[in-house]
């Protein structure tokens, strides 16, 4: 038996797995925030502070707050609008099967 083509392919998926934490999609959205570093003699003291990237979503009804990385802020931000357009698919469906249900109704009286 040969090396199965198919094989490569799982290989090179788990790689690509195991380097790559970050979730096809992420609820909530990416925001700027200016933050002081605190460090003494640093500009943001009295300036307007450094651009950091955070991630709000809810969970359990609270709202949650995570720094995100420069490294990882477009994988973020990319996995966030997967999320709210998965969300959007879901919504139109929704919308679909009511108005199915009200031809149903129509249908049935
Ligand atoms: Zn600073």
Redesign the pocket.
Known sequence: MGWNPRWSALVSQVTTKSSKPLPKTLPGVVCAQRV????PG????DGQ??LAYYRFWREGGRLRKCYVRRADLAAVQAACEARQRERGALTEAWQQWRSLAAVVREVSR
Not at 36 to 39: A, E, L, M, Q
Not at 42 to 45: L, P, V
């Open positions: 002081r570093c605190g460090k640093c500009r943001c003291a502070g450094h």
